[in-house]
């Protein structure tokens, strides 16, 4: 009779990828370096669709209120610090990382890390909503910082030449008002370096993407939405090189021993728009339990291009004029498809985010759409990024539930 | 495939319950208020069942639908309303393609594809006005049972304009109608018109399908019945009891399982 009794423990439904650690430590060594650029009065706030190689190629330190927003939210402290910003007078309906971020310049004594560090400058570019430029104008009272809008009309088709050197214009403005704020200059060289840096992380990043299309994924919905952190905040920074490498070898290694994201998966699914971050875990793990895994999404896609070729300002305006949400619905649609086919999925799922109106408008036609178009079956769930007081559950769990038992 | 099935609805204002053989013919059915206890609305419809049918129910697979679904503890398995809907549905009328069921706090438009599965939908649990708790509401402000409601707004020759969308303000402007002394048949013409309206809107971004049915407790009521069908422009099917197509379709799922 054996003395011991070895129960083999079952493995998770999730397999937690070990580059998480490295993600950990440089988004630490982020948040520090956005303090010590504050002290050095050397740091701009900026948009997650702003051509921030600029800033940094200029040396100007960059923290993003959008991935504060998206940390309030997996704090589950959305609705006091939304409820900071109403308190002064902002409307429930306003954009919940808007509602956070202003919310902890009011009161950040009682805001996660005690809000993000003071900007001396706030760059905003509404290529991914309208909001962004109220926004920053609300801090821009509550702290003092000057506002720069980087204008980029929406784009319905092809850029025309003339939106083009509309923006090429603004891009010409900003490196003058960096100039003058930060008394920084841009180098044609520096400026080389940094781009170079930029398209390298994002080509490791896309490839990590890309590598979805096998079955079984080897990346879920919640992996890359916190993957994508440091291509957002710290495109053009050697810093982030290393972590994207370390990624995509996991990632490879995962393909070439068929190993998924999630221990069984039965069902692929596309995600469209921003996670429910204070529900992330419990809502994918959730799924990954009944066997749902998702390759794909419309968000972590976003940040794809690489600024290239002889002239780089021309492929700046290229780049962040084009980006998913400044384009019609035609392209979503098309976007979507391309995406289900790609990655061979069995349906999608719509978040209608009810603080983020660009993203959620028009979901009910391209639902319509995508499903004539690829013959896959979608349901649109209701909530808010941030706001959990918004988020049904029992409500989401129906329709989900719904959509699942399609597939048996 | 069993000899029965047993189909328990929990829903948010009555609980079904239906005893299939598995010639889909009905045993034995049962329907009650649902009240604070999801789980004594169960043991109760079982008790009902098991003396109406004289059947012993042990072994007898149960699938348990609607918003109380997860809480029926002796259930093989919880499937959605929506497929439900859909399955107990098609076992009446394989050839509805649309289903519209308005019940006590939701309403919902399905899709049925051939194989009487849903294959889209579209739900409204956001807003009352489109539920059969719009009727209650302005039942009680008019001063009449819920069941007087349709009969007497089809008495209307001239119904009136409510244009909130909204069930508390909509009870407003009721009480603004009755208070400018308006016919008590042409305010409930009026509501009915209001909710029929709000329904249609949610079918046509579905898809309209003819002939479309309707089920939930609200389609035994004339008056929603004549003003859905001229909203939608078609003619309706109502099965004989619209308020037990889940609980049917759960039952069908207990005898033929849910890829059967």
Redesign the interface.
Known sequence: MPILTETKKEEKVYRQLESNTLLQQIMFQYMLEGHQASEEKHLAWVTSGFPVEIPVAMGVGVSYPEQYGAVVGSQKVGPELCGYAEEIGYSQELCSYARSSIGSVEKPSESPMEGLPTPQALLACNNICGTVLRWYDAVSEQTGAPVFLLDTPPIDGEQPEHHKEYVRRGIDRLVDFLGRTFNATLTEKRMREVAALSSKAIHLWTSSLAACKNTPSPLNCADRFLAMAPVVSMRGTDLIIDFYQTLLDEVESRVKNSIGAIRDEKIRLLWDNIPPWHAIFRFFNGLAKRGVVFPADTYTHAWSGAIEGDDLYESVVSIYSNVYLNKGLDAKVDKMCELIEDYNLDGFLMFSVRSCKRYSLGQ?ISKELV?ERTGV?G?II?GDMVDSRVF?E??IQ??I??LL??F? | MGKYGIGIDIGSTTAKGVLLDNTLKIISDFIMPTGASGSRAVEKIMDEIASSSKLKLKGIPIISTG?GRTRVENAEQS?????CHSVGIHSLNPDIRLLIDVGGQDSKVIRIGQDG?????E?N??CSAGTGRFLEVMAGVLGVSIDELGPLALKSLSPATISSTCTVFAESEVVGHIGAGKDPADIAAGVHASMAAKIASLSK?VGTVRPVCITGGVALNPAFRYYISKQLGTELWIPEKPQFTGALGAAVIAIRG??G
Not at chain 2, 79 to 83: A, D, G, K, N, P
Not at chain 2, 117 to 121: A, E, N, S, T, Y
């Open positions: 009910l499903t079956p349901v209701e049904n029992a409500q129906t329709r539930d719904a038992e399609m048996i | 918003y499937v959605t309303e929506i497929t599965r849903p294959v889209d939908f739900l649990d956001k971004r849910l890829s």
